[in-house]
């Protein structure tokens, strides 16, 4: 494509729509989110609403449902959710649990004594919300916040279901209809400048500002505020976000089972490709997380723009959509590996490539917290390099690598534009099949797999559950 070319594909009209629509939709998504999950977390951990653990259960739980099958379960009940309110609303259900996570985690590492200093100097509920908790919270509304910006960034099954034009669902009209090739290779590039842009302001935002601490996190629980009055209000907020995110799609999806005219259930067809999302999802979480934990331990313990360079090429990658990564890599194997075109192991390379960040977080997340103090006590005690990691960071860090690894887990069993590219011949997974069948508007049929990439999902959301919950 030439210079002249190029330059009348981004000055058009519809450039300029897909950019704003881009743009609208990863701000509105990502404060929605954002508002929340802060809102949930604060209610759940810091007020006296009953039983904060079925609620720290439910409010991870949406992560369980796919965006396509959430989108899938609005837009089979009403296509009042199609356009931009739709696309924001259902895309911030079924991404905030990525903010929700960091933030109750932090929440309960906070030391309350921070709280009880300023309420002795006269500052109000309010203002001891914004000037002493939401600092702290920023580490975690900004990791969180980046995860989401970057879903939204390659989100496209829930997008094209909503009938709402972004970036990512122009490059795979390009590709898959219109076979123009140039012109989706500029949009792509378009797509990874802006989460350059993403990338950058995260950085800058997030400083250097460290909030380690040598204990095992806060000294004692915080005081439960009491809500009085408030209190039914406060559940009722809880309750609404649950059955939005979580009753809506359940409801739906088992509409279709027991109603609808498609629904078949052929169980051979189901059972295997169970089987085979079972096994993707298990080698790329665990390839994933094995790359993660170098990258992690290098941009925490030994910070350079090196380091810091590889970690955001990691996040650099999962922004891209799947059906980018998924066509270079076809191009790589063909011209340099054919031997391997079109096997399970470019797929897992796909997926490690897309949903490496995922475990990077979780790992990195950790390592915050794990004072390198001890690792250079353990060195001044005799021990090796590799010693000290298995007997003093590995302990330390378990629970982040079980939490990437469960959200790169969920990722691979939901991942779909990927899959449709490089799966070997034959290969067919819940995501694959779920999309051949909605895609012919056969609600039912589609349901069985629907329904069992939630199933599938729910091991891995519950780890993550465990991990945020108060000991």
Known sequence: ??????????????????LVNTVSLVVAGVTLSAVIATACAWLVERTDVPVPRVWRGLLVAPLAVPAFVNGYAWISLTHAVEGFAGAVLIVSLSYFPFIYLPVT?????????????????????????????????RPALLGGGLLVALHLLAEFGALQMLRFPTFTTAIYEQFGSTFNGPAANLTATALALLCLVVLVTELRLRGRTTIARTGGGAPRSAVRIRLGGARASAIGVLIAVVLL????????????????????????????????????????????????????LLVVRHTSRTSTLIERSTFTASALPGIVIALALVSLSLDFTPAIYQTTLVLVAAYVIMFASRAVVGVRAALDHA???????????????????????????APGIGAGAALVFIAIATELTATLLLAPIGTRT????????????????????ALLLVLLSIPATFLLGRVVRTP
């Not at 100097?121 to 600092?135: E, K």
């Not at 109603?259 to 080698?283: H, K, N, Q, R």
């Not at 390198?372 to 007997?391: I, K, M, N, Y």
């Open 430 to 449: 819940l995501a694959t099949q779920f999309w051949s069948e909605s895609s012919s508007l056969s609600y039912g049929a589609a349901a069985p797999y």
């Open 371 to 397: 004072p390198p103090v001890l690792e250079d006590v353990a060195g001044a005690l005799g021990q090796g390099s590799w010693a000290t990691f298995r007997r003093v960071t590995l302990p330390l860090v």
């Open 245 to 296: 995110s979580l009753g809506v799609p359940l409801v739906s999806l088992g509409r279709w089972m027991l109603v609808g005219a498609s629904t078949a259930f052929p169980v051979a067809e189901l059972v295997s490709t169970t089987m085979t999302t079972l096994g993707l999802a298990a080698s790329g979480a665990a390839a994933a997380t094995v790359l993660a934990i170098p990258v992690a």
């Open 105 to 137: 985690a932090s929440l309960q590492r906070f030391d309350p004594a921070f709280e009880e200093t300023a309420r002795t100097l006269g500052l109000g509920r309010v203002a001891i919300f914004t000037r002493i908790v939401l600092p702290q919270l």
């Open 1 to 18: 494509m030439g210079f002249d070319v190029a330059r009348e594909q981004l000055i058009r009209p519809r450039m300029g729509l897909l």
